[in-house]
């Protein structure tokens, strides 16, 4: 329990000339929540593939569970729970359908899968959809099909690509509150996502991607607070307003952000920036003060905003 189920060492990936994990290390430990948090292209899918004993490293050294994904790979397989970043239920046969054929996969007796899929569809919320075809199911009801599917064998690590993209606000509340009590159980989850609210939701501790590479490390409160400020001001001006806008701003905060629809303000004391935004003069058409968030720290480290 104390040594880390996941241990990476300068791991590669490349696909001919191009890279696509460039060099990266980490460690995952037992009973954590462990993200991978970049944009699409940062590299979060391949590394997970490896650690899902689907896709060969290139260079480096990997272990998941003990083993060596590149020679112990069914075994591996075996301990190994994953929600794919695309659905692939079959989508012709029922709920219940799906969940006994995958417990087939892994040799389950077939009294244990009966058993477990009475489990699975309670931690779903699926019990009262047993026998609908999945090609019914909406796309928040497939998503937690696909994830209790991934739990009926048991697994010791449970790999989440992308879990709520594409789903509703609504529908990922739901799935981030079965995820978390996973979390409660003692499952180990290693989550890829580029929605920055999901990772703070979710994870215990996360690597910041970005062009391959791990660019940061830690938890999301330390993340923000190594990289960012406490508070942000943001601003929204006219859109006729030509005057030179980041210069009216110096000394008015830690750091000024200018996008194109908008300023953003990085400052220790909210109070006191806003005063002084008055004080010069100033005239917004409308201010908004709020804490600082993951999505400020990929700013400040990429320059540009995680949803690209």
């Given at each position: 329990?104390?040594?880390?189920?996941?241990?990476?060492?300068?791991?590669?990936?490349?696909?001919?000339?191009?890279?696509?994990?460039?060099?990266?290390?980490?460690?995952?430990?037992?009973?954590?929540?462990?993200?991978?948090?970049?944009?699409?292209?940062?590299?979060?899918?391949?590394?997970?593939?490896?650690?899902?004993?689907?896709?060969?490293?290139?260079?480096?050294?990997?272990?998941?569970?003990?083993?060596?994904?590149?020679?112990?790979?069914?075994?591996?397989?075996?301990?190994?729970?994953?929600?794919?970043?695309?659905?692939?239920?079959?989508?012709?046969?029922?709920?219940?359908?799906?969940?006994?054929?995958?417990?087939?996969?892994?040799?389950?007796?077939?009294?244990?899968?009966?058993?477990?899929?009475?489990?699975?569809?309670?931690?779903?919320?699926?019990?009262?959809?047993?026998?609908?075809?999945?090609?019914?199911?909406?796309?928040?009801?497939?998503?937690?099909l696909t994830i209790a599917r991934a739990l009926i064998n048991e697994p010791d690590v449970l790999l989440l690509d992308e879990p709520t993209t594409g789903l509703d606000p609504q529908a990922r509340h739901v799935l981030w509150d079965r995820l978390y009590r996973?979390?409660?159980?003692?499952?180990?989850?290693?989550?890829?996502?580029?929605?920055?609210?999901?990772?703070?939701?979710?994870?215990?501790?996360?690597?910041?991607?970005?062009?391959?590479?791990?660019?940061?490390?830690?938890?999301?409160?330390?993340?923000?607070?190594?990289?960012?400020?406490?508070?942000?001001?943001?601003?929204?001006?006219?859109?006729?307003?030509?005057?030179?806008?980041?210069?009216?701003?110096?000394?008015?905060?830690?750091?000024?952000?200018?996008?194109?629809?908008?300023?953003?303000?990085?400052?220790?004391?909210?109070?006191?920036?806003?005063?002084?935004?008055?004080?010069?003069?100033?005239?917004?058409?409308?201010?908004?003060?709020?804490?600082?968030?993951?999505?400020?720290?990929?700013?400040?480290?990429?320059?540009?905003?995680?949803?690209?």
């Amino acid at each position: 329990m104390t040594e880390p189920l996941v241990t990476a060492t300068s791991l590669t990936k490349r696909f001919g000339d191009f890279i696509a994990v460039d060099s990266v290390d980490f460690t995952v430990t037992h009973g954590e929540a462990f993200g991978f948090l970049g944009p699409n292209g940062a590299g979060k899918t391949s590394t997970m593939k490896m650690i899902g004993a689907v896709s060969p490293i290139s260079e480096g050294s990997l272990t998941v569970l003990g083993m060596n994904p590149m020679t112990d790979g069914p075994d591996l397989r075996a301990r190994l729970g994953v929600v794919p970043q695309e659905d692939n239920l079959d989508t012709e046969l029922t709920v219940a359908e799906n969940l006994t054929m995958y417990g087939r996969y892994f040799d389950l007796p077939r009294p244990i899968i009966r058993s477990r899929i009475e489990e699975l569809l309670d931690f779903a919320q699926l019990t009262d959809r047993k026998d609908d075809i999945v090609d019914d199911l909406s796309g928040g009801m497939k998503r937690r099909l696909t994830i209790a599917r991934a739990l009926i064998n048991e697994p010791d690590v449970l790999l989440l690509d992308e879990p709520t993209t594409g789903l509703d606000p609504q529908a990922r509340h739901v799935l981030w509150d079965r995820l978390y009590r996973l979390k409660q159980r003692g499952v180990t989850l290693i989550i890829t996502t580029h929605y920055m609210d999901e990772a703070e939701q979710l994870c215990d501790r996360l690597v910041v991607m970005d062009k391959a590479k791990i660019v940061a490390e830690g938890t999301p409160l330390d993340l923000i607070q190594a990289h960012s400020t406490r508070e942000v001001v943001e601003l929204r001006f006219a859109i006729d307003d030509d005057n030179d806008t980041e210069h009216e701003f110096d000394g008015v905060a830690k750091n000024v952000e200018v996008l194109p629809d908008r300023v953003l303000l990085y400052t220790d004391d909210a109070d006191d920036t806003v005063a002084e935004i008055h004080a010069r003069g100033l005239t917004p058409e409308t201010l908004l003060v709020r804490r600082s968030t993951l999505e400020d720290v990929f700013l400040r480290l990429t320059g540009r905003t995680l949803i690209d």
